[in-house]
């Protein structure tokens, strides 16, 4: 990863934006085709309003582009290398927790620290745990 890139993840400002293009990633690997505010106000329980204003942000942001007829498309660089990140950290940490730490890889600290593990952790993780190619749902790793 560039030095530019890791500043992009660095300054990016905060964990509720990730968790939206999470959300974004995942529902793409799951093949929701148009993908709509209202998929992803449900996958993050949030409201409607709040996911619509959010996803205006981000596109102002330059992280994803947002139509309200057509969909969201996480086909921006920074939001998808943003996107791409978080779902490897969340996978390694689940790994991590449930095969090192043995604590439920559904616990919510899971979720929390996603989003403090830096690139040399989790190049550190995945030597750690023998360069898992998948998750414990099965779900590929992002290599980035």
Not at 61 to 87: C, F
Not at 114 to 137: F, S, W, Y
Request: charge should be positive; charged fraction near 30%.
């Amino acid at each position: 990863m560039a030095i530019s890139e890791k500043i992009v993840l660095e300054k990016h400002d905060t964990e509720n934006e990730q968790m939206y293009l999470k959300a974004i990633w995942l529902l793409e690997e799951d093949k929701v085709n148009p993908i709509h505010a209202s998929e992803v106000a449900k996958l993050l329980k949030i409201s409607l309003p709040s996911t619509v204003e959010m996803l205006k942000k981000l596109d102002s942001k330059g992280l994803l582009k947002y139509s309200g007829r057509e969909g969201i498309l996480l086909n921006k660089p920074k939001g998808r290398k943003i996107a791409e990140t978080v779902v490897r950290n969340l996978r390694l940490a689940e790994l991590l927790f449930r095969d090192v730490l043995k604590i439920d890889p559904n616990s919510d600290s899971v979720c929390r620290f996603e989003h403090v593990i830096t690139d040399e952790m989790a190049g550190a993780i995945r030597k750690l745990l023998g360069n898992p190619q998948k998750c414990p749902h099965g779900k590929a790793i992002p290599v980035l």
